[in-house]
């Protein structure tokens, strides 16, 4: 009867492992994120919020450790750029930030167990939670950068870095307004080790409309709206813009900048310094 007394004794001599690395970012954060979230905002919380934002880049910066991508700036910044949770943009991919000049180019390079808590936390948003799904949906692209939303038009073939476990290239169009139009910008995905990293760049290409999708547009927009409905025309919207974008990435591979749009993809994805 003394061996499982002994056993239990050595289970708790035993030293208690570490949480990971990222633990200590996410309590951080979440911490700073209930403090000024209920806080009455004043020049004095700006400040303080300014500081927590500096703090957390700093944690970040020891996780993923040191990144240069030729174009962007040297020195990462927080990609989580509010800790208010009402306000607009909250929630973004947890990660360094890296910016070209006018910020055409941006850069995000974080770690696939913080990617991971990521997903979860946007589950409600309709974010796939597997990693290679996520990265082909445009709910990733539209919650992990800037404030504005994102319509994904076409997925670009590229050719996987061997330092690579996954790389993905879609071609899509970001904006605050209407979404249906040429799309310009090409964002890459791809993951190296424990590192994940994500470029996206606008007027990366220049593209044109599809005569055959915009007939598909034409007659879903024709079709009747469900007056029952109080969303019946953004709905009908909706649903011609789907079939509007799918249209576009089956005809895509056959238009004369689709080459152009592939060079650009891979090129984004050679400048990452995947190890």
Request: overall charge neutral.
């Amino acid at each position: 009867m003394r061996l499982p007394a002994l056993l239990c004794l050595l289970v708790l001599a035993m030293p208690v492992h570490a949480a990971p690395p990222e633990r200590h970012y996410l309590d951080l954060r979440d911490r700073y994120i209930a403090k000024f979230s209920k806080a009455r905002e004043s020049e004095v919380i700006y400040k303080q919020h300014d500081a927590a934002l500096k703090e957390l880049a700093g944690v970040l910066r020891g996780l993923v450790g040191p990144v240069a991508i030729k174009g962007l700036s040297a020195d990462g910044r927080s990609n989580v750029d509010t800790l208010f949770r009402s306000d607009v943009g909250f929630g973004h991919l947890d990660g360094l930030s890296f910016a070209s000049d006018g910020d055409k180019t941006q850069a995000v390079v974080t770690t696939t167990a913080l990617l991971t808590h990521w997903l979860r936390e946007h589950r409600a948003d309709g974010m796939p939670q597997e990693s290679s799904a996520a990265f082909q949906s445009d709910r990733f692209y539209y919650h992990a950068i800037q404030d504005a939303a994102f319509a994904k038009y076409a997925e670009l073939p590229v050719t996987k870095p061997a330092s690579a476990s996954a790389a993905f290239a879609v071609l899509g169009l970001r904006g605050n307004g209407e979404l249906k139009g040429a799309p310009d910008e090409i964002d890459v995905v791809a993951i190296s080790g424990d590192r994940v990293y994500f470029i996206a760049a606008r007027d990366a290409v220049k593209t044109a409309d599809i005569p055959a999708c915009e007939r598909v547009w034409t007659q879903m927009m024709a079709k009747p709206v469900n007056k029952k409905d109080p969303r019946g025309d953004m709905a009908r919207e909706d649903r011609a813009m789907d079939a509007y974008t799918k249209c576009f990435a089956n005809e895509a591979p056959s238009q004369s900048w689709y080459a152009a749009a592939v060079r650009k993809a891979q090129s984004q994805l050679d400048l990452l310094p995947l190890r």
